[in-house]
């Protein structure tokens, strides 16, 4: 398979990412385990050094230059986040440490304000632990009940599933943008209408969407977007959830402390303005910070062009491991990111992740944080490989040798 229409120079890109250049168990690395997270190119890396050698301070308190020098920094990302997602405003734009934190927000604070008794939370087979331990924790608090769509062969939702599950009980719908385990890419502007339709909210959750998928909040009109900077060649603790701003308006807040509030007697306590309200305490501004430039390296080159190559590597690792004997792909939805989960016959996941790894080959296995799907599928846990816009079709070629010659030794 020929690669077509590259907008960018593979190998200039990979000169920004340093991590990438060294050996593994005397090999070169071959990294593959971009959706548990991504490498940072050197921009994220210098950001973060240049932070701590001439910016540091605490932001939105102090009167002098650092502290309005950091301040500014920090609310540069906020903006450049409004930006990366298309949200009207910065006021938004909460930050948290990633995707779990956010549904945790939401369950916390709009989730314990809204669910009552016999109210229904809708979730999917595919979503991952952090979709579903956060309303599990509300749906036992309030005594409301989860409802969870199906997939079907191919990984896909049952939408037709969806919509008999859908009533006027359900108040919350939470669906993974992208799944983690399987790559199949779920239609959540179709899915957000229909959670509208029955005065429903809609969560999505955006941990793999975020680097691959160009975003607009506006326009697939999802209630709450929630993504981690760490997928996205930012640092890791730092991430982004997105919220209409009159949902974030009317809901409580979520930690109590100091930036959230206005004004604190031990009688009363008001609250700051959005999106300051959800954010209590010193927050992590480093990392805060080098997002910004971690997302405006992806913009450089244009969601699109990246998603497109990400999309050829895909096709071509996938025609290449199904020419493996025993070898079954595990999600084939017509519509993926780069993931591609696999089990082989009469091989643990494990070893093949293991033995890879004596190659130099960093892959990532077991159940992905999504053991519920895994009971669904009937199997323990998958290989998975991953691709960012660093990696090579070269890449791709080692792998595949390398994994004929594990599942050699190993069956
Ligand atoms: N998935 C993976 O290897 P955090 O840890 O908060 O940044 O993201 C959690 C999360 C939520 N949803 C999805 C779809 C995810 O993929 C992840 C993180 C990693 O697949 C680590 S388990």
Redesign the pocket.
């Known amino acids: 398979m020929q690669f077509t229409d590259i907008a960018f120079d593979i190998e200039k890109v990979r000169q920004d990412f340093p991590i990438l250049h060294q050996k593994v168990h005397g090999k070169p690395l071959v990294y593959f385990d971009n959706?548990?997270t991504s490498q940072k190119p050197k921009t994220v890396i210098e950001a973060l050094t240049t932070y701590y050698e001439a910016t540091n301070a605490n932001i939105h308190r102090g009167a002098h230059y650092l502290a309005a020098k950091a301040t500014e920094e920090y609310e540069q990302t906020r903006e450049a986040i409004r930006d990366f997602l298309n949200a009207q405003s910065t006021q938004e734009i909460i930050f948290v440490?990633?995707?779990?934190?956010a549904i945790n927000l939401i369950a916390s604070t709009y989730g314990r304000a809204n669910v009552q008794a016999g109210d229904e939370i809708i979730l999917s087979t595919m979503e991952?632990h952090?979709?579903i331990v956060p309303w599990q924790l509300l749906a036992a608090e309030k005594g409301a009940h989860i409802r969870v769509i199906p997939l079907n062969e191919h990984g896909e939702l049952q939408m037709e599933e969806y919509q008999k599950l859908l009533s006027p009980r359900t108040k919350i719908v939470s669906i993974?943008h992208a799944?983690?385990a399987l790559g199949t890419i779920n239609p959540i502007k179709e899915m957000a209408a229909m959670a509208h339709a029955v005065g429903a909210i809609f969560v999505a959750?955006g941990?793999?969407a975020s680097v691959h998928l160009p975003l607009d909040v506006q326009d697939l009109d999802c209630d709450f977007y929630a993504f981690?900077g760490?997928?996205v060649y930012a640092p890791t603790g730092i991430?982004a959830l997105y919220g209409k701003k009159a949902l974030l308006e009317a809901m409580p807040p979520y930690h109590g402390g100091g930036e959230m509030i206005k004004d604190v007697s031990f009688e009363h306590t008001t609250y700051n303005e959005l999106p300051f309200k959800f954010e209590a305490g010193t927050p992590n501004i480093a990392d805060a910070i080098a997002f910004r430039n971690a997302l405006e390296y992806v913009s450089s080159f244009g969601k699109a062009n990246i998603a497109h190559y990400e999309h050829q590597l895909l096709q071509y690792a996938t025609e290449q491991m199904l020419q493996i004997e025993g070898l079954r792909i595990v999600g084939t939805a017509a519509q993926k990111v780069s993931v591609i989960s696999f089990v082989v016959d009469g091989c643990h996941p494990n070893d093949i992740g293991t033995l890879l790894d004596t190659d130099g080959i960093a892959i990532?296995t077991g159940h992905?944080?999504t053991q519920p799907l895994m009971d669904s599928l009937g199997i323990s846990g998958t290989a998975r490989i991953s691709f960012a816009m660093y990696n090579t079709k070269d890449e791709v070629d080692i792998a595949v040798r390398s994994l004929q010659k594990t599942l050699k030794m190993l069956r």
Request: proline share 0%; with cysteine.
């Open positions: 959706a548990a440490r990633g995707v779990t934190e991952h952090s979709n993974v799944s983690n959750d941990a793999q981690s760490h997928k991430g990532r992905h944080c």
